[in-house]
């Protein structure tokens, strides 16, 4: 399925996080889905199939890890960047060996942020 512009689901339980998210994607001309838990983010990631995933760790109902290993064994393919404020080598490794594409560490820069779903758009 062709978008006009980039899907790029965003999920946090922040408001405020998702709200800036969602503005800095709209700047950068692409469509954002929002989700504010895990489930609602698992939900919209296999209904939709985005192009890109922007996915925050700690999460109500359904964490972090635990949507990126149900995509994971949906077989979706959409790259994911992780969000997160846990800067923990263990959680840092398992959302690897869970396919995560990058991670950016909260409150995250606005230009890093741009890079990476550049970066990772260009990789579908």
């Known amino acids: 399925m062709v978008h006009p512009m980039p899907q790029i689901l965003i999920a946090d339980d922040s408001m405020f996080q998702r709200f800036v998210l969602t ?27 985005p192009d890109l995933i922007v996915l925050d760790l700690n999460m109500p109902v359904r964490s972090g890890l635990e949507v990126l290993e149900e995509l994971r064994k949906a077989g979706r ?3 994911t960047l992780v969000v997160t404020a846990d800067i923990q080598s263990t959680t840092r490794q398992r959302c690897e060996e869970l396919g995560a594409a990058r991670l950016l560490n909260k409150p995250v820069e606005e230009a890093d942020f741009r890079e990476a779903v550049l970066q990772l758009l260009g990789t579908r």
């Open 23 to 49: 503005k800095l994607v709209k700047d950068m001309g692409c469509e954002p889905l929002e989700a504010s838990n895990g489930q609602e983010c698992l939900d919209i990631g296999l209904a939709a199939d």
């Open 77 to 79: 393919k959409a790259p």
